[in-house]
């Protein structure tokens, strides 16, 4: 019985060792964190120059796709896949937050804007708040579906809210192309919710 046993423990053992050879030289599999990039733009008006009031820019709503860490991927059959080697460098929401509020302070010409919960005690004039739908790259366009609402907090109205779509090419095969495209829809979609808040302001009595 010995006999029969011993050379399929040794088959075992032998098994055993390639395995653990084979995994120290793979290693771990490694990722690459990507951070999106701030796009500068040109004031679209003044009319906020001398606003004293605060525009509030709520916390990002991400989809249940986009909220883990991994870049999000479209696939032939319409459908998505989240990579585990190319990772946003922090969370997706808290990213497009700090960048649109860095684009509308420049597109807006005032400091007065800030990501939540705001300054302890601003006076809340305007709030912005995104729901980001769709973020994703397919290795040829970057799609982004996002709809944006503008509130008055004073006389506790929504202004106007809208769907914000946008397909562009990447230019590069690469994540960096990837990357690149989306921090220009991030950049495209702070205009427009620039323009949004401009319109609003300007249809409010007390700013004519």
Known sequence: ??????????CLCLAALCLFL???CLGPVATTLHTLQPVRQQPLARDFADFSELILLMPVQ????????????RLLNNTT?????HLWSGALDEQIGQLMVSGLRDLLATDNVALYPGP???????????????????GQAFAIVAVYTVSDNVAKAILTRKTFRQT???????????????S???????AETATALLAAHRSQPAAR
């Open 1 to 10: 019985m010995n006999r029969r046993l011993c050379p399929r423990f040794l």
């Open 22 to 24: 084979l995994s120290a």
């Open 62 to 73: 991400l989809a249940p796709q986009l909220q883990g860490r991994g870049l999000v991927d």
């Open 81 to 85: 896949h989240a990579s585990t080697t």
């Open 120 to 138: 302890r005690f601003g006076r809340i004039r305007y709030q912005l708040e995104i729901e980001l739908n769709e973020f994703s790259g397919d």
């Open 168 to 182: 562009r090419i990447i230019d590069k095969p690469d994540y960096s192309g990837y990357v690149a495209s989306a």
């Open 184 to 190: 220009q829809a991030i950049a495209d979609l702070s």
